[in-house]
């Protein structure tokens, strides 16, 4: 009598089992037989981004040549979109994939640039918040710190290193700027006060980073990213002093911040070199 009520219940589950194996693969056929009803794009803006919208995204999709509305979902290359999108210069990621009602959804995150180069031969790009090049847009100029001079590094052979692997690799780190450029635009990025007063940097012929500041017409020379938040807490002493001084912003032509524990100043009338503890 056990054995007989263990072979029903085994029976049982068996054929609960395959009804719904059957049952999955009714539901499946169906699912790939669903029609692709629109292409519903989400672009996220952060921060004003206007490097593609929701127009621009379909227009990709469609210029692959594959009709996506309309054909079964069996039909739509859902993977090879996605890499598609995401082989695009401004996208840094894009999510694909169909609901149970026949939408395609695509959701895109524009890439986001935190410094504008100007190279020495007038090439110009962007090195974006994951430490990746960028290049330039037609559509959209972003509103970023722009840093010109004795920049040597072209897009042309640099793009498809990040940051990162610049800075380990030995050979493309021997004369690159890009580590130092990015880490400085991270910095002022991060301080709404440098953010504000910090219009452009220049790359002068020794490699040092001269500020060129909102106020003022001081050349202020940084050097280079060595103990950075120490020279950006005496340049803030320098404003702070100069403005609350009458007369005394407008005395010094230069400003070096490259010797420690001091601000060295140049005096614009007198020529006459000052030290500041």
């Not at 068996?14 to 009714?26: D, K």
């Not at 395609?104 to 020495?120: A, T, Y």
């Not at 960028?134 to 990040?162: C, H, Q, W």
Request: aromatic fraction near 10%.
């Amino acid at each position: 009598m056990k054995k007989f009520k263990k072979i029903a219940f085994i029976s049982i589950w068996v054929i609960l089992i395959i009804g719904l194996l059957v049952s999955m693969g009714f539901v499946n056929k169906a699912q790939d037989s669903l029609l692709c009803k629109k292409i519903d794009v989400t672009v996220n803006q952060d921060g004003d981004l206007y490097f593609l919208d929701k127009m621009d995204v379909e227009q990709l999709i469609k210029d692959r040549g594959n009709p996506i509305v309309g054909q079964p979902k069996s039909f739509v290359n859902v993977p090879e979109i996605e890499k598609s999108l995401n082989s695009h210069a401004a996208i840094a990621n894009a999510e694909v994939y169909m609901t149970i009602d026949g939408d395609l959804k695509v959701d895109v995150k524009q890439r986001n640039p935190v410094v504008r180069l100007i190279n020495l031969d007038g090439d110009s790009y962007y090195i974006d918040d994951n430490g990746e090049l960028m290049p330039l847009s037609d559509k959209y100029t972003a509103k970023v710190l722009v840093v010109n001079g004795f920049i040597l590094e072209p897009f042309a052979s640099r793009y498809k290193y990040s940051i990162d692997d610049i800075g380990k690799d030995s050979l493309l780190n021997a004369t690159s700027m890009l580590g130092q450029i990015y880490a400085m635009a991270n910095y002022i990025n991060a301080n709404e006060f440098w953010k504000s007063q910090v219009q452009q940097i220049y790359i002068n012929k020794d490699k040092d980073m001269e500020i060129v500041p909102m106020v003022g017409d001081q050349k202020i020379i940084f050097g280079d990213t060595t103990a950075m938040d120490e020279k950006f807490k005496k340049l803030l002493t320098f404003y702070q002093q100069g403005l609350n001084t009458t007369g005394w912003w407008d005395k010094y032509s230069t400003i070096n911040l490259k010797f420690k524990n001091q601000i060295v100043c140049t005096k614009k009338e007198l020529l006459k070199v000052n030290k500041i503890n």
